[in-house]
C-alpha cells in the first residue's frame, strides 16, 4: 500500500507541467561566477548541440582587463545569466545565448523565448550608442540583392541614451511597425558597407526592431518571443535565412558601466506560449486575444468580387479579404491570406495598410507574396480597374532616330502624354538588322493611340508578335540603363509603390536608356518576363 502511495505521488508530481517563472521575480543578486572572459573570444558554456548555450566577447580598444563577461554557471540565474562590464571601449559587445554557426532556418529551432532580468543592475554609460536586447547573424545564399545575402539583427528593449532610440543612432530608415510582447515595435534597416562581420569585412544589411516608449518605461525584464518577431520580420519581407545564432546582448560604445543580469534563460518550446512573461503578453503571441482574423479563421477567396477596388487605395477596404483589384499587368488580384500572420491589426494582415497602398506590390507579385491571382470579371468598367492617376502615371517619352519616319502622322505629341516623369530612349535604328522582320514594324502609332495607351498603362506602344525569351538590365552612369533583349517590346518602369513611372519602346536587341526619374529603386518588366530590380543614383 505504501509503495502504491508513492507511486502515485510520483504519477501526479510529473504529470502536472512545469510553469515557466516569471522572470520578473527573479531578483535574487548572483554571485561568484563560473566563468570570466576579459580577452576577445568565444566558445561553448554548457549544453551541446543546438541548445547549447554560448559565449562571445568582443572588445575595441579601453582599458585592458576591465572589458569582461563574468557567466554564473548553469545552475545559476536561469542558466544562461551573465555580467557584462566595460571601461572606455571604442566599442563592446558582451552576449550569451544559442549558436548554431552553419545553422538553419529559424523554424528548424521551434519556437524560441528568451526570459530575462536585470532591473535594478543597469548602471553607469555606454558612450555614442549602445544596446540591449536579442542579437545574431544570420545567411541568406539566395537572396537576390547581394546586401542581404548576410544579416546583423536587433531586436532592442533597452540603452544608455537619452529619451527613445532610434535612426539617428541606428542609422537607415523605417519600413514598418508591430506589437508584440506588450510593446510596439518600431522596424529599422540599414545597409553597412565593408564593415566587420562574422565573415570577415563585408557589405551587410542590418535589421532593428526597436521597442517604443524607451525614455519613460525601457523595459529590464520580461520575454523576448524571438520566433514571433522573426515571423514579423518576414510579414515585411525581411528574410533571415541560415541562423548563424540567438544571444542576448549588451553594446557599449564608450564609458564606463555594467550590466547585470540576474535572470537569463533560453529555452526552444513545441508550441507557442499562451502568454509571456513580465507582462509581456500581446495579440501577436496569444494571451487573451482571440484570433478572429487568423488565417485559420478565414477562407481564400477564388474569385473576384465586383465592383473591382480603386488600387492603391489609402484605406482599407472594408472586406479585405474579397477585395479584388485589376492590376497595371490587366490581371485581377485578391489578397493571399497563407501570407499573413496571426492577428488582425498587426502589420503582417490582409487588414493591414500597406497590403492596399502598393507600397510593396512589385517585389510580392514577382515572389508570389501576399496577392492571389483571379480570374478577372467578364465585364468590368474602367473606373473599376486601377487608377490612371493613381498607379499608371503618362510617361513622357521621345524616342530619336535617325531611320524613324518624320511624317506628322508618326510623330508623338508630347503635351497629349506629358507627365511629371519622364525618360527618354535614344536608338541609332528603329529595327533591328532584318527591317520590319522579327516581330518590328517601322510604324509608329499616331499620337491619340500613344496618348490613350500611356493613360491607360495597359495597351503596348510596340505590337510584339515574337515572345520575348531573355530580359536583362544593366545600370550605368548617368541613369542610363543598358537593356538586353531578345526581341522588339515595350519595357514599363515602375517604382516600389507599383506605379508606373515611364514605359518605352526598345527596338534593338542592345539599346541604351536615359531615364529621368528621382534616385531610387525601381523595377524594369516586360510582358512574359519576371521584372528586374534596378536603383538610380
Known amino acids: 500500500m505504501k509503495k502504491l502511495a508513492i507511486a502515485l505521488c510520483l504519477a501526479i508530481t510529473f504529470a502536472v507541467p512545469v510553469l515557466a517563472q516569471d522572470p520578473c521575480s527573479q531578483t535574487t543578486a548572483l554571485s561568484n561566477p563560473s566563468r570570466t572572459i576579459t580577452s576577445n573570444g568565444m566558445g561553448n558554456l554548457s549544453g551541446s548541440g543546438a541548445t547549447q548555450i554560448h559565449y562571445e566577447m568582443w572588445t575595441d580598444g579601453g582599458q585592458t582587463g576591465n572589458n569582461k563577461l563574468s557567466w554564473y554557471g548553469s545552475d545559476k540565474g536561469g542558466g544562461a545569466a551573465f555580467k557584462a562590464e566595460w571601461a572606455n571601449p571604442n566599442d563592446y559587445l558582451g552576449r550569451v545565448g544559442y549558436y548554431w554557426g552553419n545553422g538553419s532556418a529559424y523554424t528548424a529551432y521551434k519556437n524560441i523565448y528568451v526570459d530575462f532580468n536585470y532591473k535594478g543592475k543597469k548602471t553607469g554609460s555606454g558612450g555614442n550608442y549602445s544596446y540591449i536586447g536579442i542579437y545574431g547573424w544570420a545567411r541568406n545564399s539566395s537572396a537576390s540583392d547581394n546586401n542581404r545575402k548576410l544579416i546583423e539583427y536587433y531586436i532592442i528593449d533597452d540603452w544608455f541614451g537619452n529619451g527613445q532610440l532610434g535612426t539617428a543612432t541606428t542609422g537607415g530608415s523605417k519600413v514598418g511597425e508591430y506589437t508584440l510582447d506588450g510593446g510596439t515595435y518600431y522596424v529599422i534597416t540599414n545597409i553597412r558597407q565593408n564593415k566587420p562581420s562574422i565573415d570577415g569585412d563585408k557589405t551587410f544589411t542590418q535589421y532593428f526592431s526597436i521597442r517604443q516608449g524607451m525614455g519613460s518605461n525601457a523595459r ?30 549588451v553594446e557599449a560604445g ?47 477567396a477564388t474569385t473576384c468580387k465586383t465592383p473591382l477596388i480603386t488600387y492603391p487605395t489609402s484605406t482599407v477596404p472594408s472586406d479585405p479579404y474579397t477585395a479584388c483589384f485589376k492590376y497595371t499587368n490587366n490581371k485581377c488580384y485578391v489578397c493571399k491570406i497563407s501570407s499573413e500572420g496571426e ?20 517585389s510580392n507579385l514577382e515572389n508570389g507574396y501576399w496577392y492571389q491571382e483571379v480570374t478577372c470579371p467578364a465585364t468590368s468598367s474602367s473606373s473599376a480597374a486601377v487608377s490612371s492617376s493613381s498607379i499608371a502615371s503618362s510617361s513622357s517619352v521621345a524616342v530619336s532616330s535617325s531611320s524613324r519616319p518624320s511624317s506628322s502622322s508618326a510623330a508623338v505629341s508630347s503635351s497629349s502624354i506629358a507627365s511629371s516623369s519622364s525618360a527618354v530612349a535614344s536608338s541609332s535604328s528603329m529595327c533591328p538588322p532584318g527591317g520590319s522582320g522579327n516581330g518590328c514594324s517601322p510604324a509608329v502609332p499616331s499620337s491619340s493611340s500613344r ?55 526598345v527596338y534593338n536587341t542592345l539599346q541604351t536608356v536615359k531615364l529621368s526619374l528621382p534616385n531610387g529603386v525601381y523595377f524594369a518588366k516586360v510582358r512574359g518576363m519576371k521584372s528586374i530590380r534596378f536603383v538610380l543614383k
Not at 564609458?255 to 501577436?284: H, M, N, W
Not at 487588414?351 to 502598393?358: C, L, T
Not at 506602344?461 to 543598358?482: D, G, W
Open 343 to 362: 492577428f488582425e491589426g498587426n502589420v503582417n494582415t490582409c487588414a493591414s495598410g500597406w497590403v492596399w497602398d502598393g507600397t510593396q506590390i512589385a
Open 220 to 249: 529590464q525584464c520580461g520575454t523576448y518571443s524571438v520566433t514571433e518577431h522573426f515571423k514579423k520580420w518576414e510579414g515585411l519581407n525581411l528574410i533571415l535565412g541560415n541562423m548563424y545564432e540567438a544571444k542576448f546582448l
Open 254 to 300: 564608450g564609458g564606463t558601466g555594467s550590466v547585470d543580469l540576474t535572470y537569463l534563460k533560453f529555452s526552444q518550446e513545441d508550441q507557442p506560449r499562451s502568454g509571456t512573461g513580465g507582462g509581456a503578453s500581446s495579440s501577436s503571441t496569444g494571451g487573451s486575444a482571440t484570433p478572429s482574423s487568423s488565417s485559420a479563421a478565414k477562407t481564400q
Open 451 to 505: 496618348a490613350s495607351s500611356s493613360s491607360a498603362g495597359t495597351t503596348p506602344i510596340l505590337a510584339n508578335h515574337v515572345p520575348v525569351t531573355y530580359f536583362s538590365v544593366q545600370t550605368m552612369s548617368e541613369k542610363a540603363l543598358r537593356i538586353e533583349i531578345s526581341s522588339p517590346s515595350v519595357v514599363e518602369i515602375f517604382d516600389q509603390k507599383g506605379n508606373k513611372v515611364a514605359s518605352f519602346d
